[in-house]
């Protein structure tokens, strides 16, 4: 168990809807990050928020969007759903935003998007 | 553009038998490289590596990073079937827009 937390597990919804993803980070981490992971492209970096502010920014569609609340949990929203985006979306944190010695991510158990 | 390689992409190998696995890189500001193993589900963190030539040593798996030729290597000695699963590297870019990017990752199935 990385402590990091992800709500739902699974979730199924149908194209043109909207959701909601949310991740709690590990105690202590101010960094949130957010991938997307499908079979035929592997992980791909979504976005960064460190400490309520977003911090760098990946391959998100215009149709996603995210931000990091005061009490540091995190929420991704997709709207406007297409097939193509059902995948994998992890969440991971992070203490801070050097990427050295100390500051490891550690990734969330995921939440399985099928759009039908 | 920045990169990750790993190679093979998959192999299968049998219980007992040591594999290695290739990470080469290029990137334009290298800040660390990290191994994850992911199974069924989120990748859990093997190592991180920012020098080259010290060997990180967890039990059976080892990884070194060479700086100079930018690949690292992750060594898994007499494998089990639970070392079956996706491994992945990725590099830390700690330019302007710090970030990890990630390798699409090598496939080891260990079969008894």
Not at chain 2, 84 to 112: D, H, M, Q
């Amino acid at each position: 168990d990385s402590g990091v937390t992800q709500t739902p597990k699974h979730l199924i919804t149908a194209t043109g809807q909207r959701v909601t993803l949310r991740c709690s980070p590990r105690s202590g981490d101010l960094s949130v990050y957010w991938y997307q992971q499908s079979l035929d492209q592997g992980l791909q970096f979504l976005i960064q928020y460190y400490n309520g502010e977003e911090r760098a920014k990946g391959n998100i569609l215009e149709r996603f969007s995210a931000q990091q609340f005061p009490d540091l949990h995190s929420e991704l929203n997709l709207s406007s759903l297409e097939l193509g985006d059902s995948a994998l979306y992890f969440c991971a944190s992070s203490a801070g935003t050097s990427g050295g010695p100390g500051d490891t991510q550690y990734f969330g158990p995921g939440t399985r998007l099928t759009v039908l | 553009e920045d990169k990750v390689v790993q190679s093979p992409l998959s192999l299968v190998v049998h219980e007992g038998d040591t594999v290695t696995l290739n990470c080469s890189y290029e990137v334009t500001n290298f800040r660390s490289l990290l191994w994850y193993k992911q199974e069924k589900k989120a990748p859990t963190f093997l190592f991180m590596l920012t020098s080259s030539g010290i060997e990180k040593k967890s039990g059976r798996l080892s990884s070194i990073l060479d700086k100079k030729e930018l690949f690292s290597i992750l060594n898994i000695t007499a494998t089990q079937t639970g070392d079956s699963a996706i491994y992945l590297c990725a590099v830390f870019e700690a330019g302007n827009n710090r970030k990890l990017i990630w390798g699409l990752g090598t496939s080891l199935a260990v079969n008894p």
